[in-house]
Nanobody
Framework: QLQLVEFGGGSVQTGGSLRLSCVAS????????WGWFRQAPGKGREAVAS????????NYPDSVKGRFIIAQDNAKNTVNLEMNNLEPEDSAMYYC??????????????????WGQGTQVTVSS
């Protein structure tokens, strides 16, 4: 059974960095895309990064562009999210997601079927 497991959340001060990792287990197939999403209390789930495993194309919203970097390791069926220059507004539960559907982009939560359990990121001022 497919499982996505995230690692690496924690607490940092403003301006700090964190690296999140997500590994897919229970499958020998590579997702067509990976995505990272976040959800703060009282807010909707927001996409913060996505990557196509076939083209390597990355997508970021303006809120994190230039600060967050998504990177895949196809050999290990793993995706990482490097988060730099963190701000209190980045505090949220972060979720890894993946889709095995051909042509999926993993930039839309509703259209991305596979999810991890989440890892908390807290940025203090």
């Amino acid at each position: 059974q497919l499982q996505l497991v995230e690692f690496g959340g924690g607490s940092v001060q403003t301006g700090g960095s964190l690296r999140l990792s997500c590994v897919a287990s229970g499958t020998t197939y590579r997702p067509h895309c990976w995505g990272w999403f976040r959800q703060a209390p009282g807010k909707g789930r927001e996409a913060v990064a996505s990557i196509s495993t076939t083209t390597g194309r990355e997508n970021y919203p303006d809120s994190v562009k230039g600060r967050f970097i998504i990177a895949q390791d196809n050999a290990k069926n793993t995706v990482n999210l490097e988060m730099n220059n963190l701000e209190p507004e980045d505090s949220a539960m972060y979720y890894c997601a993946a889709s095995f559907r051909l042509g999926a982009s993993c930039s839309n939560a509703a259209a991305t079927p596979n999810w991890g359990q989440g890892t908390q990121v807290t940025v203090s001022s």
